[in-house]
């Protein structure tokens, strides 16, 4: 019998959220709210809809393996080079073709926990080690991080904001930090929820790319865009580190759908700032409840909450499926929340405190 490859064996496998249609079918539901893989409640663009229905009669055709007018588009957004952008099929792969090009056996990433499942996933499948330095009060600790790296060191990887905390690390903190870093040692900084950020010293990471050769930036469309269901992640950074990468992407990655639809996303930035600004009108609404209920959480620049119970946040999640609410339970007594419509949020809120005076 086969066997897989050995530096596989303890690699973990990411568990996605329990499917909507599931939870219906077992607990016999007509309607689920589902608040817990951070997507944008507000939905696309209308533009979206519209680009993908005029190129439905072009889905024979391969895309273009180049991404070229996205690529165009999204260059003149960030005022950044063509030639610095890399797409993958969501930043799942992005993060993946980084692990398989800088690191090997012997050498080490080192990254915040708790954090993205992937850093520590994508690391082992490449073969590199995991280092792990804990949180301090729900943040990256930046120094801890620098006390970890040596000259086997290959990647840094770095949440901003951090998933699942939703905290932060500020422009000064995180400035002093890369200056430190060994030229030799890559910082990815992945801004997934970028959009979302209203923190007056979050740090401008794309007017720091010119003076960094090994930083690279990660952004995505799957949250505040709307288009997680279409998979369109990229990276920011220098052109050398992009032709590196450029090796292990896969031709074709991204369909011609998910180019059309993060184009026209890209055209409508009205819907995007209506989206955040409908998330961040949520948030007086959802600290209140949780400080009304004594639970722990700490404020977030992001669009999803990490909330600490007083029992473990999987039997939280459990007792939440019956009444059609699924949740993310992040280990021991955390819960992770993606902030929902008004109407969501009361019903979440409804049943959390129905379930606090039960038990």
């Known amino acids: ?12 496998i990411y568990k996605p959220g329990k499917p909507v249609e599931e939870v219906m079918r077992e ?5 689920v709210i589902k608040l817990a893989s951070n997507e944008n409640p507000w939905g696309t663009s209308p533009k979206v809809k519209e680009a993908i229905r ?9 895309p273009d393996g180049r991404a070229y007018r996205l690529r165009v588009q999204l260059s003149r957004h960030l005022k950044v080079k063509e030639e610095e952008l890399l797409f993958g099929t969501g930043l799942d792969e992005v993060i993946q073709m980084i692990a398989i090009t800088f690191l090997e056996r012997g050498k080490n990433a080192v990254m915040g926990t708790p954090s993205f499942a992937m850093y520590q996933i994508s690391t082992m499948i490449a073969g590199g080690e995991v ?23 290959a990647v840094v990887w ?5 998933n699942p905390t939703g905290t932060y690390v500020g422009e000064k903190e995180m400035t002093a930090f890369l200056a430190q870093v060994p030229p030799h040692v890559l910082v990815v900084m992945d801004e997934a929820y970028y959009e979302y950020v209203a923190a007056p010293d979050y740090p401008d990471t794309l007017a720091l790319l010119p003076k960094y050769p090994n930083l690279i930036l990660l952004r995505t469309f799957s949250k505040a865009y709307g288009l997680a269901g279409l998979r369109v992640g990229y990276a920011v950074a220098q052109e050398p580190l992009i032709r590196a990468m450029e090796h292990v992407r896969k031709p074709f990655n991204l369909s011609l759908l ?14 995007v700032k209506e989206a955040v600004a409908n ?6 609404y959802v600290y209140g409840e949780l400080d009304r209920l004594g639970l722990h959480y700490y404020p977030t620049e992001t669009n999803f909450i990490y909330v600490e119970f007083p029992f473990s946040g999987e039997e939280l999640y459990e007792k939440l499926l019956p009444a059609g609410v699924i949740v993310r339970p992040m280990g021991g007594n955390a819960v992770r929340i ?3 419509t008004h109407e969501q949020n009361q019903i979440l809120f409804r049943e959390i405190e129905r379930i606090l005076q039960n038990r």
């Open 279 to 284: 998330t961040r009108r949520e948030l007086p």
């Open 54 to 62: 005029n190129v439905l009669d072009q889905i024979h055709f391969y």
């Open 338 to 340: 993606t902030i929902g």
């Open 27 to 31: 607990y016999g539901l007509t309607s």
């Open 131 to 153: 280092r792990q330095v804990p949180n301090r009060e729900g943040r990256l600790d930046p120094e801890g991080m620098l006390g970890q790296i040596d000259e086997n060191t």
């Open 158 to 162: 770095m949440c901003n904001p951090n």
């Open 258 to 271: 998910a180019q059309e639809a993060a184009i026209a996303a890209l055209e409508d930035q009205e819907f």
């Open 1 to 12: 019998m086969s066997r897989e490859k050995e530096s596989l064996r303890n690699v973990p």
